[in-house]
């Protein structure tokens, strides 16, 4: 069964009385020395817009304070989307409802716009506006490539970074290096 409602929904349904405001922020963060693209398509993401999700099965863990989403994840906001075989939103309660962050693992995609990035695991990290995604890394922009072991998005600047570091110690791309394509323009006579 596919569920589709906000994750402010989800929340509330577990906790009738509980009342608060989810946010969602994009997110990403600069790593010195990596390979850079520029991913103008993920940048200046509205962070303040509505959180939908879709997946096949949902777990509220309330004690924990984190939800659980598995099967076919997919999460929207405004224009960004993730998917994911599994997602745990991880929150807090201190008056308001806030989503500090977002694992994912299992075949994960991201894309805004004519961009895209997958990897084996992402972490979407609101507190510093990064989504960091590691194993197997790609980032696809108007036919330009970079493969890598880990890749970081910065959101707000639109800054990505990879390198050929995983956080599993296993190397992406190319013996740990990072590898890719950029498209030259054609000359004109």
Known sequence: MT??????????????????????????????????????????????????????????QDKAKRVVLSGNVDINQSDLRMQAARTTVAYSNTGDIQIERIDATGGVQVNR??????????????????????????????GDTLNGGRLVIDLDSGLSSVDGRSGGGAAGGKGGRVTGTFNVRNAKN
């Open 3 to 60: 569920m589709n409602r906000t994750t402010l929904d989800i929340i509330r349904s577990a906790r009738p009385l509980r009342w608060g405001a989810i946010g969602f922020a994009g997110s990403a963060a600069l790593i010195a020395g990596a390979q850079h693209l520029s991913a103008q398509g993920i940048a200046g993401h509205d962070s303040k817009a509505p959180v939908n999700y879709a997946a096949d099965r949902i777990e509220v």
């Open 113 to 142: 716009g004519g961009e895209s990035a997958r990897g084996d695991v992402a972490v979407y990290d609101f507190n510093r506006n990064v989504i960091t995604m590691t194993g197997n890394v790609a980032l696809r922009r108007n």
